[in-house]
Nanobody, 122 residues
Framework: QVQLVESGGGLVPPGGSLRLSCAPSRSIFSLVSMAWYRQAPGKQRDLVARITSGGNTMYAGSVEGRFTISRDHANNTVYLQMNSLRPEDTAVYYC????????????????WGEGTLVTVSS
């Protein structure tokens, strides 16, 4: 079994920056992509950014130019650098791994992290 371990959330004033990190709890064989989603109170969970195993990235329009997703292939850690934060960025941020294969010759599964709270407020 594997879990996604997230870190880096917290309270930051408007205009500030935070970096979120997410990594599998053990070594893995491969995965298709990793992503960050967020869910604000009373709203649905939305995709924020995604990075494929090949390094292709995509962003939600609301964070384009402010957030950067990256990945350390050595330990399969994914980062979300968030700059110019706004109060509307306040949400629980969830890490997501698509098609994660723990060991060779086994099936891939999708995994969610438990979430980390980001609060943007003065």
């Amino acid at each position: 079994q594997v879990q996604l371990v997230e870190s880096g959330g917290g309270l930051v004033p408007p205009g500030g920056s935070l970096r979120l990190s997410c990594a599998p709890s053990r070594s893995i064989f491969s995965l298709v992509s990793m992503a960050w989603y967020r869910q604000a109170p009373g709203k649905q969970r939305d995709l924020v950014a995604r990075i494929t195993s090949g390094g292709n990235t995509m962003y939600a329009g609301s964070v384009e130019g402010r957030f950067t997703i990256s990945r350390d292939h050595a330990n399969n850690t994914v980062y979300l650098q968030m700059n110019s934060l706004r109060p509307e960025d306040t949400a629980v941020y969830y890490c997501y791994a698509e098609g994660l294969v723990v060991e060779a010759w086994t099936y891939g599964q999708d995994y969610w992290g438990e979430g980390t709270l980001v609060t943007v407020s003065s």
